[in-house]
């Protein structure tokens, strides 16, 4: 009878030290993880328990915070997921006007970062990925018209480059006309905007700039100091370009796909990138260079539902946690990871030895 009871304990104690270390790998690893950002990251819909509000000219949502917007492709009449409608991106903006909240330009948004400096109440950044053609067609006319700073991060290699395949991108002088009127152009890498395999199967794979990849030419996957020399090549290249074209030194990034690694913002601190932006959801800080973002775009966006989550922000982004992976919480995975396998190895152990008791019992009683 004991041993049943201690059997069972121990079963019950697996579990919990498996939810346990389960817990505190997610914690850590689900911005870094595709499957795991996948089933974690965006699990729940950012709108849930939301509903329509009305105006309120003179509302106070957050204060020394600042709320980053992301978008990326704009149609009039949007085909796939990740693209918003011209209609509902001007609602967004007559929204936010009409509800006191205040748009800061990228370099605002740095010095608050970085240095502290006070920003508006109800502070929000724009920012587009990718360069699309459509952002000079439909979003630049509008945010001159509501007169709203905004930034993009520009795949630099796909520039005025008719080798390079999807949607159209802006030109060059598209880009220096729209920076001479206050729009702020950042990297979103030169050429590492897209995943590569790890291994000679193809059976895994990781975002280019977060981690190593399979070489098909020497057949192996390539060293760290061969990735810290590509990435490094790959945004010193990038910013350069910018830099050229622009006039300016840029200092800002935008993980393609949201991804990196402690390595990844290694480099970016040696190179003096001193300002990146993931695509994780939360309300951003002081001290927070390593940036999160809103999805705003899209054909699911809903002009008053995501005002309902802006004026929100503190309540449903405020306590959200970025998931760099501090020593504390890999201290937490180590010894989470160490009693589950103590755990495991008493269970397999008790377990054996009540099968074998009960085996003996079933030999004694069929010889009887």
């Not at 997610?26 to 509903?51: E, V």
Request: aromatic share 12%.
């Amino acid at each position: 009878m004991f041993k049943n009871i201690k059997f069972i304990l121990l079963s019950l104690l697996l579990v919990t030290s498996t939810i346990v270390f389960g817990y505190f790998v997610i914690q850590r690893y689900h911005s870094k993880i595709p499957i795991l950002n996948h089933l974690f990251g965006s699990a729940i819909s950012p709108y849930d328990g939301l509903k329509p509000e009305s105006n309120n000219p003179n509302g106070i949502y957050y204060k020394d915070r600042v709320l980053v917007l992301m978008y990326h492709n704009l149609s009039p009449e949007p085909k796939d997921p990740g693209t918003l409608s011209v209609t509902n991106f001007e609602k967004q903006l007559e929204l936010m006007r009409d509800n006191n909240f205040h748009w800061i330009t990228m370099s605002q948004y740095i010095d608050f970062i970085r240095h502290s400096s006070p920003v508006p109440d109800n502070a929000v950044l724009l920012t587009f990925d990718d360069g699309y053609e459509s952002f000079y067609t439909y979003a630049y006319p509008l945010l001159q018209k509501y007169q709203v700073p905004a930034s993009n991060f520009l795949i630099v290699n796909a520039i005025d480059n008719p080798e390079y395949k999807g949607i159209p991108k802006v030109t060059w002088e598209q880009v220096e006309l729209m920076h001479r009127n206050g729009i702020e152009f950042f990297s979103h890498t030169y050429d590492s905007h897209k995943y590569a395999n790890t291994n000679s199967s193809g059976t895994s794979e990781t975002a280019m700039l977060a981690g190593r990849i399979y070489l098909k030419d020497k057949q192996r996957k390539e060293t760290k100091e061969e990735y810290k020399l590509r990435v490094t090549n790959d945004l010193k290249h990038a910013n350069d370009i910018l830099q050229q074209k622009l006039g300016v030194q840029k200092n800002v990034l935008a993980f393609p796909f949201g991804f990196f690694s402690e390595s990844l913002l290694d480099i970016c601190d040696q190179l003096g990138i001193d300002v990146t932006l993931t695509v994780k959801m939360g309300l951003n800080k002081p001290g927070q260079t390593n940036g999160f973002r809103v999805n705003a775009g899209g054909m699911v966006n809903d002009p008053v539902l995501q005002l309902s989550l802006m004026k929100h922000a503190e309540e449903k982004l405020g306590s959200i946690q970025f998931d760099e992976g501090s020593r504390t919480r890999k201290f937490y995975i180590i010894i989470s990871l160490l009693v589950l396998v103590v755990v495991a190895a008493l269970w397999l152990w008790s377990g054996s030895r009540l099968l074998a008791e009960r085996k003996r019992k079933m030999s004694k009683s069929l010889s009887a």
